[in-house]
């Protein structure tokens, strides 16, 4: 599936669309992703730093992506999700790489990093199983 296609089913769904990122790559395990910041997004007003369920939904969009980057008729189901939070999220753009780890004929595991500056300075890393319908 090219990345412009992806894109195209990204702005369908509404909540994506309200996350504002966009895709950077996409194959057939894996997918990368780019937030801008955005005053919506904040979590603590005094430090503009972000809310960390604006962090796991970005890392979940992302994920889900890496398993169903199609869209199909049937999307794939969060059905469990663990996320650490490892530094703050500060003001700029947050990128998310989601690397599924295995895909069987009914449940998906993905493992997500996020971060801003490097990978190497992780600002959460996560892992979300997903229910294939």
Do not use: C
């Not at 996409?26 to 007003?45: C, L, Q, T, W, Y």
């Not at 996320?83 to 780890?101: C, E, F, N």
């Amino acid at each position: 599936m090219d990345l412009q296609a992806v894109s195209m089913n990204v702005f369908r769904v509404p909540f994506f669309r309200f996350l504002n990122f966009d895709i950077q790559e996409v194959g057939e395990f894996h997918a990368k992703a780019e937030m801008a910041f955005d005053s919506r997004h904040i979590g603590n007003p005094v430090m503009e730093h972000y809310h960390g369920g604006i962090i796991a939904s970005f890392m979940e969009a992302t994920a889900a992506i890496a398993v169903q980057p199609d869209f199909a008729e049937v999307p794939v189901k969060p059905i469990n999700l663990t996320v650490d939070y490892l530094r703050p999220g500060m003001k700029g753009p947050l990128t998310a790489h989601a690397t599924v780890t295995r895909k069987g004929s009914r449940i998906a595991s993905v493992r997500v990093l996020s971060w801003q500056a490097s990978p190497e300075k992780s600002v959460a890393e996560g892992l979300y199983h997903f229910l294939l319908v």
